[in-house]
């Protein structure tokens, strides 16, 4: 069994070049696809990656929709004045959002669960909905999907606030393939949000209150790049450990996903360090434009031979503390090779089997490839900072990086032993899992059900 020698932990837990990296991607600010901060993320990933030794560094372009946020504001019309709420603690766009100017009552629909809109008709009105899904509701209904739901029931347009105070709105993406969405969103601050939910309550269940929307914001193309290197011999099969540069372009993107990108070349370190052990080659893979639609990894998985692929683990939501989770998508083998890890480290590991449709580790798992998601818990209800200004580098603990990096090589190592068969399941598996467990309610609501009609991309179709 391949495991990591004491000298090359003790190296890394003194080496500081993953930290450096996060730092750097931090203080660009803004990379979002498309964005040059991203294009200059990209490339910083690959100059780790030759610092460390890494062999076949590539970095590879392709076309993704661009989305650059303009001006945005709620205008609440409450008793004889005017509120205005214009301010970046206040409210922000949110990407794939299209420019318009819209009026109307606001209607707060709670959690905006699938239920809360069932019946609605909310023709000429400005929906509301919380970041929060109650922790009792058996899944995560995404902001996409609240989103999806308040156009389908005729909302001129989407407000989305935040359940974690501060004065955080929170971004996310509301864009379709290669389009934007079809009404104009905002996300606003837990504040501003409960402000309005309050003087929702107060004008009676049957009225809300008169605001106007207005959102100017700019959609073209624009290219991206995933950037990836290998280590070890050349073999038939490949064991992919991934993550994302891209991030929003309101806070630093720290934790999403710098922190991930640091990971990768964290493990790669370690691993460049004992490759002449390593049994199957690992390839490393940043991916680009994760933020606005998993355009990276799906262009990645419809321009590569997925049979090279033995196994995927995803580095995504890996920065909240060093209690490392494996989301294996009901792969026994990887949850096993890190229960393995578990055990020789002393060191919790939490393996859940269920379905995440939210990262890059998706286009794969959803054509039969084994992958997986890393990511640490949490401790909390949400991303927390993730998707806000607060998404900031002060946030985070070098510590936690340094044991991830070391926990997730030695994983990595295990699942490259020639001997470890990893199988991975029929596309026709993971559709009945995802609808069974209630995925495929919101991704038909966001057009993102991977097993109906083909979507148009500028490469292939997004479908399994």
Same mark, same amino acid.
């Given at each position: 069994?391949?495991?990591?020698?004491?000298?090359?932990?003790?190296?890394?837990?003194?080496?500081?070049?993953?930290?450096?990296?996060?730092?750097?991607?931090?203080?660009?600010?803004?990379?979002?696809?498309?964005?040059?901060?991203?294009?200059?993320?990209?490339?910083?990933?690959?100059?780790?990656?030759?610092?460390?030794?890494?062999?076949?560094?590539?970095?590879?372009?392709?076309?993704?929709?661009?989305?650059?946020?303009?001006?945005?504001?709620? *205008?609440?019309?409450?008793?004889?004045?005017?509120?205005?709420?214009?301010?970046?603690?206040?409210?922000?766009?949110?990407?794939?959002?299209?420019?318009?100017?819209?009026?109307?009552?606001?209607?707060?629909?709670?959690?905006?669960?699938?239920?809360?809109?069932?019946?609605?008709?909310?023709?000429?009105?400005?929906?509301?909905?919380?970041?929060?899904?109650?922790?009792?509701?058996?899944?995560?209904?995404?902001?996409?999907?609240?989103?999806?739901?308040?156009?389908?029931?005729?909302?001129?347009?989407?407000?989305?606030?935040?359940?974690?105070?501060?004065?955080?709105?929170?971004?996310?993406?509301?864009?379709?393939?290669?389009?934007?969405?079809?009404?104009?969103?905002?996300?606003?601050?837990?504040?501003?949000?409960?402000?309005?939910?309050?003087?929702?309550?107060?004008?009676?269940?049957?009225?809300?209150?008169?605001?106007?929307?207005?959102?100017?914001?700019?959609?073209?193309?624009?290219?991206?790049?995933?950037?990836?290197?290998?280590?070890?011999?050349? *073999?038939?099969?490949?064991?992919?450990? *991934?993550?994302?540069?891209?991030?929003?372009?309101?806070?630093?993107?720290?934790?999403?996903?710098?922190?991930?990108?640091?990971?990768?070349?964290?493990?790669?370190?370690?691993?460049?360090?004992?490759?002449?052990?390593?049994?199957?080659?690992?390839?490393?893979?940043?991916?680009?434009?994760?933020?606005?639609?998993?355009?990276?990894?799906?262009?990645?998985?419809?321009?590569?031979?997925?049979?090279?692929?033995?196994?995927?683990?995803?580095?995504?939501?890996?920065?909240?503390?060093?209690?490392?989770?494996?989301?294996?998508?009901?792969?026994?083998?990887?949850?096993?090779?890190?229960?393995?890890?578990?055990?020789?480290?002393?060191?919790?590991?939490?393996?859940?089997?269920?379905?995440?449709?939210?990262?890059?580790?998706?286009?794969?798992?959803?054509?039969?490839?084994?992958?997986?998601?890393?990511?640490?818990?949490?401790?909390?209800?949400?991303?927390?900072?993730?998707?806000?200004?607060?998404?900031?580098?002060?946030?985070?603990?070098?510590?936690?990086?340094?044991?991830?990096?070391?926990?997730?090589?030695?994983?990595?190592?295990?699942?490259?032993?020639?001997?470890?068969?990893?199988?991975?399941?029929?596309?026709?598996?993971?559709?009945?899992?995802?609808?069974?467990?209630?995925?495929?309610?919101?991704?038909?609501? *966001?057009?993102?059900?991977?097993?109906?009609?083909?979507?148009?991309?500028?490469?292939?179709?997004?479908?399994?």
């Amino acid at each position: 069994m391949t495991s990591l020698h004491p000298t090359v932990i003790g190296d890394a837990y003194t080496d500081a070049t993953a930290w450096n990296l996060l730092a750097d991607l931090s203080d660009l600010g803004d990379r979002m696809p498309g964005h040059e901060g991203e294009a200059i993320g990209a490339g910083l990933v690959a100059d780790a990656f030759e610092k460390i030794g890494l062999d076949n560094i590539t970095e590879e372009p392709f076309p993704i929709p661009g989305w650059w946020r303009g001006d945005a504001s709620l *205008t609440v019309h409450h008793g004889e004045r005017d509120v205005v709420f214009d301010g970046s603690h206040e409210l922000v766009e949110l990407p794939g959002t299209p420019s318009g100017t819209v009026s109307g009552e606001v209607v707060d629909m709670g959690y905006g669960l699938p239920a809360d809109f069932e019946g609605v008709d909310l023709s000429g009105s400005i929906a509301m909905a919380s970041s929060l899904t109650p922790d009792d509701y058996g899944r995560w209904v995404h902001r996409s999907e609240k989103y999806g739901y308040a156009a389908e029931s005729g909302a001129e347009g989407f407000l989305f606030y935040n359940h974690i105070e501060g004065a955080l709105p929170p971004t996310g993406d509301v864009g379709h393939t290669n389009e934007p969405g079809p009404i104009p969103a905002v996300g606003l601050s837990k504040e501003v949000g409960a402000r309005l939910a309050r003087h929702c309550k107060d004008a009676g269940s049957d009225d809300g209150i008169a605001a106007t929307l207005s959102v100017e914001a700019r959609n073209e193309p624009a290219t991206s790049a995933n950037v990836e290197a290998v280590v070890g011999p050349d *073999t038939d099969e490949e064991v992919l450990f *991934t993550a994302h540069v891209d991030a929003h372009d309101v806070g630093t993107g720290a934790n999403d996903n710098g922190f991930g990108s640091a990971l990768v070349v964290g493990v790669a370190r370690i691993l460049a360090a004992m490759e002449a052990e390593l049994e199957t080659r690992v390839r490393f893979v940043v991916f680009g434009a994760e933020e606005t639609g998993l355009y990276g990894s799906y262009y990645w998985t419809h321009s590569h031979d997925l049979d090279r692929v033995k196994c995927v683990v995803n580095a995504d939501g890996a920065g909240y503390s060093r209690d490392l989770e494996i989301h294996t998508h009901g792969i026994e083998a990887i949850g096993e090779a890190f229960e393995e890890v578990s055990e020789a480290f002393d060191a919790p590991i939490e393996i859940e089997d269920g379905l995440r449709p939210h990262s890059d580790h998706w286009p794969f798992v959803q054509r039969g490839v084994a992958a997986s998601q890393a990511r640490s818990s949490s401790h909390g209800s949400g991303r927390g900072w993730g998707h806000t200004h607060g998404d900031t580098l002060d946030k985070l603990d070098s510590r936690d990086l340094r044991d991830l990096s070391v926990l997730c090589a030695a994983g990595v190592a295990k699942l490259a032993e020639a001997d470890r068969s990893i199988d991975g399941r029929a596309a026709e598996d993971i559709k009945s899992e995802a609808i069974t467990e209630g995925f495929d309610v919101g991704m038909k609501a *966001t057009g993102t059900w991977p097993w109906g009609e083909p979507r148009p991309w500028p490469w292939s179709d997004r479908s399994a």
